[in-house]
């Protein structure tokens, strides 16, 4: 089975609830077009038509894919919003993927606002591929300790995580200039804030959570080529060949994915696109990547 793990889908009914809030985040449609306001992002147009259309003509297939896995966009910070908000736009979200062909699959993401164990049960029984998290909500030791009852029962099921960029509860990003170019962020925040997760994770989450499968969005942010830097700052020593540690290549090419390779071994690197944000780019080993990422959730309970 050849796996796309990280596409987003803008589903009408999730743009529905989106564009009846009066805060962050929120929608606001004009002319076929409708924007994403989100605290720390610029505003995000989709063009709906478009969207819909996309969806309906499963474009994973000219990838030659099987399955392409939807979360939901973290940067959003929709798991950060107070708990009765966030049920019901991440209901509204898996609803939506529900409803899709079975070439969709998704990751099933929990509110972190009072977060409850029977979260983690009820994504994984509603049929969601592993979990989903925001990598802010991992970041050192305080917030990897609140996360940890999710993190047990994850674990306790034999289902993947997934760690896209986006915010913790109470720590939004500062608002985004609009003097920065639309890349900004991707460059920045969300490096950051992988590298940050991944860090806390190798050198203190590991330990405590043995059995947990991790998958990493965009390698990590590239966060293993820190190793040697971390040693020379007297950190900890680190396993990169982690066998339950893997990492989604979205928006990087050969060079970074080739030495990710050298460094963490083949074996952990699976296919991710980022669809519809960015375009993948060819990096000479996706059907191989393709492969893997599948292998990785085989077993496990698809959305139909």
């Known amino acids: 089975m050849r796996v796309d793990l990280h596409q987003h889908l803008y589903t009408q009914p999730l743009l529905d609830r989106l564009e009846r809030r009066r805060s962050l985040p929120f929608a606001r449609r004009l002319d076929g077009v409708t924007t994403i306001h989100a605290a720390g992002e610029l505003p995000y147009a989709i063009a709906t038509a ?10 994973e297939r000219s990838d030659g894919l099987d399955r ?27 609803e939506a993927v529900d409803a899709l062909s079975d070439d969709f699959a998704a990751w099933g993401p929990v509110a972190l606002d009072e977060p409850e164990i029977s979260d983690v049960d009820a994504v994984l029984d509603w049929g969601c591929v592993g979990v989903s998290v925001p990598a802010g909500a991992l970041v050192g030791r305080e917030r990897l300790e609140l996360a940890s009852p999710l993190l047990q029962r994850v674990a306790a099921r034999g289902a993947p995580l997934f760690i896209h960029p986006g915010p913790a509860p109470g720590n939004w990003s500062a608002a985004t200039s609009f003097s920065e170019p639309p890349w900004w962020g991707a460059l920045t925040s969300y490096v950051a804030q992988m590298q940050a997760a991944w860090l806390t994770f190798a050198c203190v989450g590991r ?49 970074a ?15 991710g696109s980022d669809r519809p944000v960015v375009e993948p780019t060819l990096t000479g080993r996706d059907p191989v990547l393709k492969a893997q990422a599948g292998e990785l959730i085989a077993g496990r309970v698809l959305v139909t």
Do not use: K, N, W
């Open 50 to 59: 478009a969207e819909a259309a996309r969806v309906q003509a499963r474009v």
């Open 68 to 94: 392409a896995v939807a979360a939901i966009s973290s940067p959003l910070g929709i798991e950060a919003l107070p708990r009765p908000e966030a049920l019901g736009l991440l209901e509204a979200h898996l």
């Open 207 to 255: 330990r405590d959570h043995p059995d947990l499968i991790v998958v990493y969005a965009m390698l990590a942010g590239c966060a293993p080529l820190q190793a040697e830097r971390l040693s020379a700052r007297h950190g900890p020593s680190l396993d990169l060949s982690d066998p339950l540690t893997f990492y989604e290549t979205s928006s990087y090419g050969p060079a």
């Open 257 to 271: 994915v080739d030495t990710m390779a050298r460094l963490v071994g083949e074996r952990q690197l699976v296919y």
